[in-house]
């Protein structure tokens, strides 16, 4: 049975977190003590070597599932209205695979971005002991260094299955743009719209360009244990907006189904990530499919959606390829009940 956790800020009413949920706490990565963080290291170790349930074809591990999950669906979860609902279910599914599977009883942590803008490389998440290892080395930029050197991902952008190193390339001129004034201008938009493209554009692609390599993969990016920090935060971002107006935001949902081939969000850090986009040249200049290798959907994503047109809906159904059971967008917008029951400590 799947465990749930609660979310509570303390901007939040009575009443909202209400709901019979066990408690696990959300906070960053920072505010963790050295047993916390080691102990959240191993559970994703652990994952890393658990075998696959799920039945996806090239699966050797769990962790090779939650990377298959995101790359099977990625033009369905980017550059649409579900990328925020998605990605908060996903942080979720990661979550739950740590204490259902591997044990893990410590707070969900997030990198507290906008503390680090500007100097990747001195990131604690990268230095302090317990960490995430540090940046690539080598033509190939393999992390060769903490917990997770010499990790061997599996899954390609096309399904298919061949190894390669986890790496990592630092820019710290991406990363500045996850500075805090480009979070509140994110914070003070009016419309889930509007904070959805704000969010997906800078402070999204700060993250993933700021640590680079397998983070810079659109598709493949979870490969990295970086990822569900960087998405850890985006969800609160998300959070301390919905809180704004809890009476609205619960439910405000909206933009469409199918991405735009010309965009993603709002716009990437400093005019594009080193060498002018994702990899390949492709993203967001060179649009889905095209020289960016996205795979054709199958056909459990394309009759997964139920919005009855292509404006993302509450009841748009949220897939992990088997990992856990489907649920729908209405189920994760309030993360202080159902499905998601966190509790942020800012």
Same mark, same amino acid.
């Not at 956790?5 to 939040?12: C, E, G, H, K, T």
């Not at 074809?57 to 980017?78: F, K, M, N, P």
């Not at 540090?134 to 990790?151: R, Y």
């Not at 990016?221 to 998405?231: A, K, T």
């Given at each position: 049975?799947?465990?749930?956790?609660?979310?509570?800020?303390?901007?939040?009413?009575?009443?909202?977190?209400?709901?019979?949920?066990?408690?696990?706490?959300?906070?960053?990565?920072?505010?963790?003590?050295?047993?916390?963080?080691?102990?959240?290291?191993?559970?994703?170790?652990?994952?890393?070597?658990?075998?696959?349930?799920?039945?996806?074809?090239?699966?050797?591990?769990?962790?090779?599932?939650?990377?298959?999950?995101?790359?099977?669906?990625?033009?369905?979860?980017?550059?649409?209205?579900?990328?925020?609902?998605?990605?908060?279910?996903?942080?979720?599914?990661?979550?739950?695979?740590?204490?259902?599977?591997?044990?893990?009883?410590?707070?969900?942590?997030?990198?507290?971005?906008?503390?680090?803008?500007?100097?990747?490389?001195?990131?604690?998440?990268?230095?302090?002991?317990?960490?995430?290892?540090?940046?690539?080395?080598?033509?190939?930029?393999?992390?060769?260094?903490?917990?997770?050197?010499?990790?061997?991902?599996?899954?390609?952008?096309?399904?298919?299955?061949?190894?390669?190193?986890?790496?990592?390339?630092?820019?710290?001129?991406?990363?500045?743009?996850?500075?805090?004034?480009?979070?509140?201008?994110?914070?003070?938009?009016?419309?889930?719209?509007?904070?959805?493209?704000?969010?997906?554009?800078?402070?999204?692609?700060?993250?993933?360009?700021?640590?680079?390599?397998?983070?810079?993969?659109?598709?493949?990016?979870?490969?990295?244990?970086?990822?569900?920090?960087?998405?850890?935060?985006?969800?609160?971002?998300?959070?301390?907006?919905?809180?704004?107006?809890?009476?609205?935001?619960?439910?405000?949902? /909206? #933009?469409?189904?199918?991405?735009?081939?010309?965009?993603? *969000? !709002?716009?990437?850090? %400093?005019? +594009? =990530? $080193? /060498? #002018?986009?994702?990899?390949?040249?492709?993203?967001?200049? *060179? !649009?889905?499919?095209? %020289?960016? +290798? =996205? $795979?054709?959907?199958?056909?459990?994503?394309?009759?997964?959606?139920?919005? !009855?047109?292509?404006?993302?809906?509450?009841?748009?159904?949220?897939?992990?390829?088997?990992?856990?059971?489907?649920?729908?967008?209405?189920?994760?917008?309030?993360?202080?009940?159902?499905?998601?029951?966190?509790?942020?400590?800012?």
């Amino acid at each position: 049975m799947i465990a749930p956790f609660i979310l509570a800020l303390s901007v939040l009413p009575l009443g909202i977190a209400e709901a019979a949920c066990a408690q696990s706490i959300r906070k960053s990565w920072t505010d963790l003590t050295a047993a916390e963080k080691q102990s959240y290291i191993d559970a994703d170790l652990c994952l890393m070597s658990a075998p696959p349930k799920a039945g996806i074809e090239g699966a050797t591990s769990r962790w090779d599932e939650l990377q298959y999950a995101h790359a099977a669906q990625v033009r369905y979860i980017h550059s649409v209205g579900a990328f925020l609902p998605f990605h908060r279910f996903f942080v979720t599914v990661h979550d739950r695979l740590l204490r259902d599977e591997c044990g893990y009883t410590g707070p969900l942590p997030y990198w507290d971005e906008p503390t680090d803008a500007g100097d990747i490389t001195g990131s604690s998440v990268f230095t302090a002991e317990p960490n995430f290892g540090g940046n690539g080395t080598g033509n190939g930029g393999c992390v060769t260094d903490g917990p997770f050197a010499n990790l061997t991902l599996h899954f390609q952008r096309n399904l298919t299955t061949s190894d390669y190193c986890l790496s990592r390339s630092f820019s710290d001129r991406s990363f500045a743009a996850s500075n805090s004034t480009n979070v509140e201008i994110c914070l003070k938009k009016e419309t889930f719209v509007d904070v959805w493209n704000c969010m997906e554009g800078a402070i999204h692609g700060a993250g993933h360009g700021g640590v680079g390599g397998t983070m810079l993969d659109l598709l493949l990016s979870p490969g990295d244990p970086v990822f569900f920090l960087h998405h850890g935060y985006m969800d609160r971002v998300w959070y301390q907006w919905q809180a704004q107006n809890l009476t609205t935001r619960l439910t405000e949902i /909206g #933009g469409a189904n199918t991405p735009r081939l010309n965009s993603s *969000g !709002g716009g990437f850090p %400093g005019g +594009g =990530f $080193p /060498g #002018g986009g994702f990899p390949g040249g492709g993203f967001p200049g *060179g !649009g889905f499919p095209g %020289g960016f +290798g =996205f $795979p054709d959907p199958n056909p459990a994503i394309e009759n997964y959606l139920n919005d !009855g047109g292509n404006v993302t809906t509450l009841n748009h159904t949220l897939w992990a390829a088997g990992i856990l059971p489907n649920v729908t967008i209405g189920d994760v917008m309030d993360p202080t009940a159902d499905f998601v029951c966190a509790d942020y400590l800012l």
